[in-house]
């Protein structure tokens, strides 16, 4: 008897917890997440040049990566190579309205020295006065900057 008493107490008690937790719930758990509608599908394309640092002429610059960043954060929203000629073609999810960044970084070697390159679009406005071209991409040129003073790790 003294355990079947035990037993209806226990079944009680586990009846009365369960559905107040499930009413304890926090308002975001209970409400199902729904994507943020401000978001837009964008496309940027254009090309990458880099300067020689002894004449100052331009080059495509072939191979390297274009990454693009929500401006002002760390917040990284893609990225792509460039062709041999140095175009390049990106689509990204980004806010409405939002800004932002291509940058650009790597290493080269011009008559048998090494140099470190890197260069920025920065602030690209999404869905606003950008320059587009025809197929509704954003154009955007970068030229990167390449000084001889090569991280260690790329030497």
């Not at 409405?96 to 920025?120: F, M, N, P, S």
């Not at 679009?121 to 154009?139: H, K, M, N, R, T």
Request: some cysteine.
């Amino acid at each position: 008897m003294r355990h079947s008493l035990s037993f209806v107490v226990c079944m009680i008690l586990l009846l009365a917890v369960f559905p107040v937790c499930g009413l304890a719930q926090p308002e975001s758990a209970a409400q199902p997440q729904s994507a943020p509608s401000s978001n837009a599908m964008v496309c940027v394309k254009g090309a990458v040049f880099y300067r020689f640092p002894v004449d100052a002429g331009l080059a495509p610059y072939a191979e390297v990566t274009v990454s693009a960043w929500r401006t002002g954060t760390e917040e990284g929203l893609g990225e792509v190579k460039t062709e041999a000629d140095g175009r390049f073609r990106i689509e990204l999810t980004v806010p409405e309205g939002g800004r932002i960044d291509l940058r650009v970084w790597g290493a080269q070697r011009i008559g048998g020295t090494g140099y470190y390159c890197r260069g920025a679009a920065e602030g690209l406005l999404v869905g606003g006065a950008s320059p587009a071209s025809e197929d509704g991409c954003i154009e955007v040129e970068i030229v990167a900057e390449c000084q001889d003073r090569v991280p260690h790790r790329f030497r």
